[in-house]
């Protein structure tokens, strides 16, 4: 099987962590609804494109790519001081969360699977904001069969 790339449009998310509150002497957990947003986004984006769950270990490039700001951009294009390089938040562990978790049970049975990731965080020079998902298996892993052997 060949690799396969889900885009994902957009400005790209990190998973926000969940949040406490008590009331009435219990602690309630809940996610943020930035995350099911954003996992809702990532799902839409990879439904279909698999025949079947990835069975084994799997490689996963993730590159997430931002707008750039107004300030960045002069009369004559990318001003000399826009930074090269995307820095600010989200930290990539966060962004590789949610897309991870998210393909659960889409690509892969769990993404504990995943036994190579790579993250990159860059600009979208050409303008398109997005998030670009590459998968593949590992050399000699499978689709899904009958085995409960991930």
Known sequence: ??????????????????????????????????????????????VGRFSALLRGPVVVSIEAHWSRPA?????????????????GKPDVDNL???????????AWHDDRQVVELVVRKAWADDGGARTVVTIRPEDGAETAGNSDDY
Request: hydrophobic share 40%; aromatic share 6%; glycine share 10%.
């Open 1 to 46: 099987m060949s690799a396969i790339c889900i885009s994902i449009p957009g400005e790209p998310r990190g998973w926000a962590r969940a949040r406490a509150s008590a009331a009435a002497g219990f602690v309630r957990m809940h996610n943020p609804k930035s995350n099911d947003e954003w996992r809702a986004s990532v799902q839409f984006a990879a």
């Open 71 to 87: 300030g960045h951009i002069g009369k004559r294009g990318l001003k000399p001081s826009a930074p090269r390089h995307r820095t």
């Open 96 to 106: 590789a969360k949610g897309i991870l978790d998210s393909l659960n049970g889409i």
